[in-house]
């Protein structure tokens, strides 16, 4: 079976588990994203002939929540709080610091597909600004340079796997 | 005789980052291990979140009251050893109380909690948050049946009204008046929903309540169900928000299954359900018409007010929507009677306000305080002043729809008109306390940057206007500020203000505005001087090292990224400007202040 038919029949499967109306749009295309980590251009199709929703409808949906990418997304994810404490506190400098030791911006991914860089609107642990998460591993109390020593441990990570 | 004690684990986010989730599971394991030996009981329970989640992982221990804070998994076994065999208390491992000059043994009597008055966070922290047990022993889900069994829907409506209960979402409309639209609204089938987008950064009551006490929330949703007469809720929950859904949908599950939710509830006949729905991460889906076109299945755009959703809401229904620690009030009130909870705040603001003070403060953390209390006794007798001893310039309020209050205007009472007045608002309780190292100009652009992003785009003022002041903001910001520009962002600001569609364009100027008011000298210093005071502009900072205060013990070293900081130990060190990115990590670390701003 070819990849783009595998994405539909997989991504009916997922839209099934909900019944076929426009109010389960949102929910559907989460699962999808958290299966993907992205919105493949099959699956969005798909969704829009099951929830009988025009595509544009759909595509106006990944495009509006930031919740949806349509690019895949990196093995790690690098969520950046840039909250108010944590802007406050330097996140901007940790964000500087990556993109030197990276090359990415927020919402790019880097070319070896290991780092995405996101900013995040406060993700509620304040009192450990400036935070970052990584996957689901919380950094706090980040500094340039202790972000750096934690990037390398992900980069060294991923070397010994190899 | 055994002897019977409860460890409290908190597991709010904030405790979890700190890992508080692994002293939970070693606690679990060297309590089984001992059970056999010793005759001591211990229940260990994870808890919503305690408040300062900056000493955490806090570990709190019932009936002795030992709060043990920054606890690791090493020093479980100490803990089990003395503190739960025996009755010792760690001393290492308590709270030392800066402004009582003492180590503390119990929670209760930090000086953080002293000016406290919990109402919304009343089970936070103690109870287990995934326990409908826990709740209904202390009392949950009691309102729920006294409202079913003895008032009627209009008793209960009158109730909440007299209460004087005002939605704590941000706008503090009255929640009675709200509800009373609703049930006059004609239609044989209404909703409820409860707003959890807590979008608002810097801010996390709303999480903290779903997370630790989510039952509360349900009942509060059901009995405004039986009094406007709906018979279903939904929660909507922001999508970074994973624990607060678990913990939510967990709780619906067990509420079903006692009984308490679903068909003919307590065999009163009154139905009610609630549904979870997560959110896709957009800021204006807190805003009310949005957040219904969002769970319909659609982007989330506002539309014109009115129709208000009170009478035309989600599938064109009557529907209530209110917020988290709004709805954590409701069973309270009934329980209570409406005369306590009117007895406790300012004139036109009843109750407590949950805030989340961070920032540049000592306690960072979740409090709750009645209205009407002053500023500066939140900041400096909850808060305990300013961080590292700096000199306090502002708080703020209402994020990205609020502004700054001066350190001249500390004695302002807290409520939602007062703040008005200051040119802020209560928003929905963010309270970050902002030091001399701030930059007033670049802050507000901060928030322009995130409402820009943020902004829906449907109607033009808020999408153009926003635009254009960030753009005007950033060129202050960059050193390319011009003489005009300040009255120029009033301008557009005004515009903006009187032609958006919705809450978020319509207060969106507010940050910049009040800056704009309170610290122009800031602004003109970028503008004519071409120099950021507080040394965070990047263009317009140059930092450098005073030799007389230097005492060369190299901390600044350590913390460069770019090694441009060198010298010998206890000699005087050199900043090499050419290699200076202006990051401010040396200038944070410094113990003593040499790192200053040209």
Aim: charge should be neutral.
């Amino acid at each position: 079976m070819s990849e783009s038919l595998e994405i539909s029949k997989e991504s009916l499967e997922i839209a099934q588990k909900y019944q076929p109306k426009r109010r389960y749009l949102l929910a559907i295309l989460q699962d999808i994203q958290k299966h993907y980590n992205y919105l493949p251009a099959e699956a969005m199709e798909t969704v829009a002939r099951y929830l009988n929703v025009p595509l544009v409808k759909v595509y106006g949906m990944a495009t509006f929540y930031k919740a949806f990418s349509l690019t895949p997304k990196g093995k790690y994810i690098i969520k950046v709080c840039d909250g108010t404490a944590c802007h406050i506190k330097g996140s901007v400098n940790l964000l500087a610091e990556i993109e030197a030791i990276l090359g990415i911006e927020p919402g790019q991914t880097t070319d070896d597909g290991l780092f995405s860089l996101e900013t995040v609107a406060c993700i509620g642990a304040c009192g450990l600004a400036p935070v970052a998460v990584i996957n689901d591993e919380y950094h706090g109390n980040l500094t340039p340079a202790s972000l750096r020593q934690i990037l390398e441990q992900y980069q060294g990570g991923m070397e010994d796997a190899k | 005789m055994q002897n019977k004690k409860t460890i409290f684990v908190c597991c709010g986010t904030g405790c979890q980052a700190n890992g508080s989730m692994k002293i939970y599971q070693a606690l679990l394991e060297a309590i089984s291990g001992l059970n056999l030996k010793v005759e001591v009981v211990a229940d260990i329970k994870k808890t919503g979140c305690h408040g300062l989640c900056q000493k955490g992982p806090l570990v709190h221990i019932a009936p002795q009251e030992i709060t043990y804070i920054h606890v690791k998994t090493a020093d479980v076994p100490e803990i089990i050893e003395r503190s739960i065999i025996k009755d010792e208390v760690i001393d290492r491992l308590l709270y030392f109380d800066k402004q009582q000059n003492a180590k503390i043994q119990s929670k209760s009597d930090w000086t953080f909690e002293k000016k406290q008055y919990r109402i919304a966070l009343r089970h936070c922290g103690g109870i287990a948050n995934d326990s409908i047990d826990d709740y209904i022993a202390k009392g949950g889900y009691q309102a729920l049946e006294k409202v079913l069994k003895t008032m009627t829907a209009q008793q209960v409506i009158d109730e909440i009204k007299k209460s004087g209960l005002r939605g704590r979402g941000g706008g503090g409309f009255p929640t009675g008046l709200k509800w009373t639209f609703a049930a006059k609204a004609q239609g044989d089938v209404k909703y409820v929903i409860c707003n959890g987008d807590e979008g608002d950064p810097g801010a996390f009551m709303d999480r903290s309540i779903m997370e630790g006490d989510p039952h509360t929330v349900l009942e509060g949703m059901a009995i405004c169900g039986y009094a406007i007469g709906a018979n279903q809720g939904f929660l909507y929950i922001r999508d970074e928000y994973g624990l607060a859904v678990e913990n939510m949908r967990k709780a619906i599950a067990d509420a079903h299954s006692k009984g308490l939710l679903g068909e003919n509830i307590c065999g009163s006949g009154f139905a009610f359900d609630a549904e979870v729905v997560r959110g896709g991460g957009a800021f204006v889906c807190g805003e009310e018409t949005s957040l219904i076109h969002s769970i319909e299945g659609s982007t989330g755009e506002p539309t014109p007010k009115p129709p208000f959703p009170a009478n035309q809401g989600l599938w064109g229904k009557p529907t209530i929507i209110n917020n988290v620690e709004t709805w954590a009030n409701v069973p309270v009130i009934i329980n209570k009677g409406a005369d306590w909870f009117a007895s406790i705040g300012s004139e036109k603001s009843k109750g407590t306000k949950v805030f989340a003070l961070v920032g540049k403060i000592n306690n960072t953390g979740l409090v709750e305080v009645p209205m009407g209390i002053k500023l500066r006794e939140i900041i400096y007798d909850i808060g305990g002043g300013v961080g590292k001893n700096r000199k306090f310039k502002a708080v703020q309020t209402g994020g990205p729809s609020g502004g700054c209050i001066p350190e001249s205007k500390l004695d302002l009472p807290i409520d939602y008109d007062s703040l008005i007045a200051e040119g802020s608002m209560m928003g929905s309780g963010g309270m970050i306390v902002i030091d001399d190292r701030t930059c007033m100009v670049e802050f507000a652009r901060y928030y322009l940057k995130f409402l820009s992003e943020e902004s829906c785009g449907k109607c033009v003022p808020c999408r153009e206007g926003i635009k254009s002041m960030l753009k005007i903001l950033s060129d202050i910001c960059e050193g390319r500020g011009q003489a005009g520009d300040i009255e120029l962002l009033e301008q557009i600001g005004a515009m903006v203000k009187a032609n958006s569609l919705c809450g978020l364009g319509k207060t969106a100027p507010n940050p910049v505005l009040s800056n704009i008011a309170n610290f122009r000298d800031e602004f003109d210093a970028h503008i004519n001087d071409k120099r950021c005071p507080a040394g965070v502009c990047k263009n317009l900072t140059k930092l450098y090292i005073d030799k007389e205060v230097c005492i060369g013990c190299g901390l600044c070293v350590k913390v460069c990224p770019v090694g441009a900081i060198s010298g010998d130990k206890k000699q005087p060190h050199i900043l090499d400007e050419a290699k200076c990115v202006n990051c401010g990590s040396c200038r944070e670390r410094c113990a003593v202040d040499a790192v200053r701003v040209r």
